[in-house]
């Protein structure tokens, strides 16, 4: 695990010490590459440019001398391998782009440079993003770094990985359907999706389309306050950008573009009275972890304990997320992935007869298992005589899942509070055996995709892995649509009275 960030593990701490010179952006771009290279046995880096990481840092170095330098100039970033990306190669995960190069950077890579950070390199992720382990990436799984034995979740496994090893203070990530959240609970580090449409989807590889949503990880709230702040805002190449005035709608609510400012809005010794905390019965059933379960009471107590009050509420489609989800995003996926012909870019095979023979060999070489499954999936449930039976009927559940968080978001609390996976970290290989098992692991993320609201998880305790080892557990987050402002505050407040996002591999859990 990384030791130069153990004395720096916050951005805010790590930009103080730029500025009072104990160290320069130029050298910890360059312990922190060693590390990355010592720690290559995480699996978690795909890509590292130390010429491309170094020029970022000279330059970060030269803005903190000109006293020109903000919060993020120099922080150290990791960017999963699905945005595009000058410099690195963006493979998706796949062997279909295995040595892709963009010549533009995505809306959200550009954002964080514009903003001073130093990017190590691009981070794993399942091919395409479809996944829910980092086991279905070309280039092998990634390790979590609390036990090389399990997964550290997907699909932004790497991100998460990279985080909670130290080696980066933050990294992007991407959200279809649980994949911020998800590894981000697995690993013990915060994670957060917008609202669909804040941050920019423009040059970041599509998988379904309308589930698709940048977000971001860090080891805390705050930082992930800033990290979204820098991303967020209307990008005209992004025809699905949602343009939102900015500042305070209803403090400390509804905040687009000012996040870090409010993080402290909740003080004294009652922070968060008058909140409203919803905890949905469904999220409770069958399936959950007791040791998991337990985890997230206690957390719920916490935040009762500092003034919120619980109401238990029904969301009562969440059971149809699943089905739902997984016709639609194969679908979506079906269309999207289509473009890799081995005509204009991508995987072309070595033998073939026609175009035709060239476009299957080539989609058969180039996609794995996983993303096969789900292209034959989405065509099936789009083709003549389903259409109407499968995938019009899991749009008609997806509104109705949107109305359920609706009605409770309006009416009877402020944010949802739930667990994010129903166990911690599984063995790595124990759940792909099964066609559909992976799947279930995504029950309490997927609806938060399918209603496009905002989510986010956080550490909130430790439960028995496959070995007996304590493991991270996750609480998740869910707001009313641009209430990423209040969800980063509450849980600043909850990280000030709890430490449990302070524990890292290697230390005591």
Known sequence: ?????????????????????????????????????????????????????LAQARNADNQISHGTGALLVGTPLAHKDIFVTEGWRTTAGSKMLADYVSPFNATVINALYEAGTVSLGKVSCDEFAMGSGNEHAATGPVLNPWDPEVV????????????AAGLVLGATGTDTGGSVRQPAALCGVCGIKPTYGVASRFGMIAYASSLDQAGVLATNAEDLAWLLDAISGFDEHDATSIQVCQGVANAPGRILNDYQKHVDAYTGNKPLAGLRIGVPKEYF???LDNHVAAAIEAAIAQFEAMGATRADISLPNTAYAIPAYYVIAPAEASSNLARYDAVRYGHRTAQYTDLQDMTARSRSEGFGDEVRKRIMIGTYVLSHGYYDAYYLQAQRVRRLIAQGFQSALTHECDVILGPVTPTVAPAIGSVTKDATAEWLGDIYTLSVNLAGLPGM????????GHRGQPLPVGLQVIGNYFD??????????????????????????
């Open 1 to 53: 695990m990384s030791t130069f960030l153990k004395d720096f593990p916050t951005i805010r701490a790590f930009a103080q010490a730029l500025a009072s010179r104990k160290f320069s952006a130029h050298e910890a771009t360059t312990a922190l590459l060693q590390e990355i290279k010592t720690n290559q046995a995480l699996n978690a880096f795909v890509d590292v440019q130390p010429e491309l990481s």
């Open 152 to 163: 550290p979740g997907g699909s932004s496994g790497g991100s998460a990985a990279a985080v």
């Open 285 to 287: 059933g069958d399936g």
């Open 457 to 464: 998880s956080i550490p909130c305790g430790f439960a028995p």
């Open 484 to 509: 990423e402002g209040r969800m980063l505050a509450i849980a600043h407040a909850y990280q000030q009275v709890t430490d449990w996002h302070t524990r890292r591999p290697g230390g005591a859990a």
